[in-house]
């Protein structure tokens, strides 16, 4: 009997043996829900800040037009000039709504898996004017600067921002920047880091990224 009572035992370590070996080896999980709920977990997730400087600049000379025997003629005016120089800050910033993610966006085949995020989102954050800092000369017969004019030239300084973003590479950045948080997240839950591809649904064009900009209330120091 106590023959039995041993082997039994020395069995019994093996199977544990064999429990515990297997606890340690990770595997890749068994449902795409699962792994959905830990990519939206993320949130927003945001990929990318660019912060700009630029100086919006505008000059105009008062000239004398007319006709002299049937002749047109143009003339600028002497102490007819204008000219103002109007520095500007702005964020601009990118994310990726992770909350958006379903199903529909992963796709596994065997031990390899493909997310494909959502449309990222670009927002022009905020727009700074510093009026102490505005560099301006007007010429004795010309009239200052209105507050309409100068309105017009920060409306065309954010304008001239915007057509910028699509050029700064800010949809590579993000595809990057969300790379980077993804895959540690899906790698510890079993999946080998090269077997992982993350993607956008398709390469937007410098239209189609315009159409992804917000833009937000300016905000002027003085």
């Known amino acids: 009997m106590r023959h039995i009572i041993y082997i039994l035992a020395i069995l019994s370590l093996v199977a544990c043996g064999n429990k515990s070996e297997e606890v340690s080896t990770p595997r890749p999980i068994d449902t795409i829900p699962m792994l959905v709920t830990q990519v939206q977990s993320v949130s927003r997730l945001y990929t990318a800040e660019y912060h700009i400087h630029k100086i919006i600049t505008h000059d105009d000379q008062l000239r004398l037009q007319g ?130 591809t993350i993607t956008f649904r398709k390469e937007f064009s410098t239209n189609e990224i315009s159409k992804l900009i917000t833009m937000p209330e300016t905000k002027m120091s003085r």
């Not at 950045?173 to 997240?185: E, G």
């Open 67 to 196: 006709t002299i025997m049937q002749q047109e003629f143009e003339i600028d005016l002497p102490m007819g000039e204008r000219r103002i120089a109007i520095p500007m800050d702005a964020v601009v910033k990118s994310y990726v709504d992770m909350g958006a993610i379903t199903n529909k966006n992963i796709k596994r085949k065997g031990d390899k898996i493909t997310v494909t995020l959502p449309d990222p989102r670009i927002e022009l954050t905020s727009t700074k004017i510093n009026h102490d800092e505005i560099k301006k000369y007007v010429a004795l017969t010309r009239s200052s600067f209105t507050d309409k004019e100068l309105t017009s030239y920060e409306q065309q300084g954010r304008q001239a921002i915007i057509k910028s973003i699509p050029k700064m590479g800010i949809m590579e950045t993000a595809r990057r920047s969300a790379a980077n948080t993804l895959i540690p997240l899906i790698s510890s839950m079993g999946f080998d880091e090269k077997n992982i």
